[in-house]
């Protein structure tokens, strides 16, 4: 995704961040596509790559545990605040879906110790915002993102890629087969 993202120029000269949900993990890149950092990540509890249709307009207390989803797809980071007045980069406005700091949470939802774990399996505890260590977010994702916004590669964990990400072409034609001719 980075080498189609910096040779397409698809992030159009901005920050972007690639956020692998199977491996709960997100690479930062500054808009030249030079890696800055990368740092385990909290996404949403259920396995799934859509959001639910008007979930973002539902109180958290009315959503299912398998509507919990991190979407998967390409979307434009802008920066704004949440309920609290948090800074946050909304990965998906509609479906109240952010890149955030961490937060405690419940004591049972060990958060700060989910992210430090090397595991991606205990991962998956937010609604479907993905969470960042309060460090990282502070020293990359803020300076980074706060002056134009930047985008985020979401890569799905279900679907096909191409479905997540319908402009994705390869970067090479494929070779000949058995059935062409080359020109």
């Not at 909290?42 to 859509?50: K, T, V």
């Not at 979930?55 to 545990?65: F, H, V």
């Not at 916004?149 to 402009?167: S, W």
């Not at 994705?168 to 062409?180: I, K, N, Q, R, S």
């Amino acid at each position: 995704m980075h080498k189609w993202a910096t040779l397409t120029a698809d992030h159009r000269g901005l920050p972007f961040v690639i956020i692998d949900k199977r491996a709960a993990r997100i690479w930062i890149y500054d808009r030249h596509g030079r890696l800055v950092e990368s740092s385990p990540v909290l996404l949403g509890s259920a396995i799934g790559d859509g959001s639910v249709p008007g979930i973002g307009l539902r109180p958290l207390s009315q959503i299912r545990p398998e509507e919990r989803t991190t979407p998967a797809g390409r979307f434009f980071l802008e920066a704004g605040h949440n309920t609290a007045g948090e800074s946050i980069f909304w990965i998906d406005y509609e479906a109240a879906v952010s890149l955030h700091r961490v937060r405690s949470g419940r004591p049972g939802d060990r958060r700060l110790q989910r992210l430090a774990t090397p595991s991606a399996a205990d991962n998956r505890i937010s609604y479907g915002c993905v969470n960042l260590p309060t460090a990282v977010y502070n020293r990359s994702i803020h300076p980074l993102f706060l002056p134009r916004g930047g985008y985020a590669y979401v890569l799905p964990e279900v679907v096909d890629m191409r479905r997540a990400f319908p402009t994705l072409t390869p970067l090479v034609p494929p070779a000949p087969g058995p059935h062409h001719t080359a020109p």
